[in-house]
């Protein structure tokens, strides 16, 4: 592990918060049988990470949003899933999870913020744990990228985004939560996969951005389970050519019978076991370095079902990722 050094801290940060791990207790007999009784809390500034197998960062930021003339509530997002991964049983006898906290985006300073992102995936990665961040606008993914970038110098990390969206706007004008994938490439990303791209929802000259950077993308109406195969064989490729993958999943690719609360809903969109039955490849392929998820908004949320969904994709994460080393 890196030596800890000053400077770790900024204004973006904010610590865990215990309120959030809250829901069932058992006796001393029973043991600890929710998340809630086993994620731990660290302070980013206290001392060196301890040793643990997952990292949680919450991205408490919509500014990115905001800029990109959404709809305003992911900066909640982190929060309410957390609060839903709480009440859920555990299950991952082993496996350790410690909460670091969130960054904060504040006022209007996102930069800011996906700086300290970087930082806080960066320094997670290189004390040998897979970071999970929970959003927030989609922006998260150039700090997180970032932070990944820093902590595998030298090696090939491809991108595997599940999204409505290609996020592949040019920048003109301020950075927001549709251009991190066009940023991540000018500075040199070489391989992102999207899955889930709605037509109706990308301009042609967004899909001549993909044509131009070479990205590789699978539209929604050929992300059914029945057409797994396919898929497979599209991510076997894509395993295939990268040393690492960071995987991305912004809620708003599912359809909005799933998940209402997001910041660009859609009808036409993932099912659940759709990606589900992907994740479980993926997460075996011992390729995945990071995860996240982006574009909870629980001011739109219909009774929890969008925080529901993202909890059970956090909970997949850890049981596909456990000891995959």
């Not at 302070?43 to 197998?53: E, F, K, V």
């Not at 009440?87 to 504040?106: F, K, M, P, Q, S």
């Not at 899909?207 to 539209?219: R, W």
């Not at 997460?283 to 219909?302: T, W």
């Amino acid at each position: 592990m890196e030596k800890w050094i000053a400077g770790h801290v900024t204004d973006a940060y904010r610590a865990p918060d215990p309120k959030v791990w809250t829901g069932r207790t058992t006796t001393p007999e029973q043991g600890a049988q929710y998340w809630c009784q086993n994620v731990r809390l660290q302070h980013w500034s206290h001392g060196p990470l301890p040793a643990t197998n997952f990292g949680i960062i919450g991205y408490v930021c919509e500014e990115g949003v905001r800029r990109n003339q959404g709809r305003l509530g992911a900066g909640a997002g982190a929060k309410v899933v957390r609060e839903r991964m709480a009440r859920l049983a555990w299950h991952h006898a082993g496996e350790t999870v410690t909460d670091y906290g969130d960054v904060v985006c504040i006022g209007e300073a996102m930069e800011a913020a996906q700086a300290q992102l970087a930082l806080m995936v960066s320094t997670v990665i290189k004390a040998g744990q897979i970071p999970i961040v929970l959003g927030g606008g989609h922006d998260l993914a150039y700090g997180h990228f970032t932070g990944i970038r820093a902590a595998t110098s030298g090696k090939r990390v491809g991108i595997i985004n599940f999204d409505a969206h290609f996020d592949l706007r040019p920048v003109t004008g301020l950075p927001n939560s549709g251009t991190p994938f066009n940023q991540i490439l000018k500075e040199g990303l070489i391989d992102y996969l999207a899955l889930g791209i709605q037509q109706p929802a990308n301009t042609t000259e967004l899909f001549a951005i993909a044509e131009e950077y070479g990205v590789e993308y699978v539209l929604a109406q050929h992300c059914r389970t029945y057409q797994l195969p396919t898929i497979i064989r599209t991510l076997e490729r894509f395993l295939e050519r990268n040393d690492h993958v960071y995987l991305s999943i912004d809620l708003d690719g599912f359809s909005s019978a799933y998940a209402p609360g997001v910041s660009a809903p859609s009808p036409y969109g993932f099912s659940p076991a759709f990606v589900l039955a992907v994740l479980e490849y993926l997460l075996a392929s011992g390729k995945i370095i990071s995860v996240d998820l982006a574009e909870m908004n629980p001011v739109f949320d219909v009774d929890g079902a969008t925080a529901r969904l993202g909890a059970g994709l956090v909970e997949a994460f850890v049981e596909g990722l456990a000891t995959k080393g």
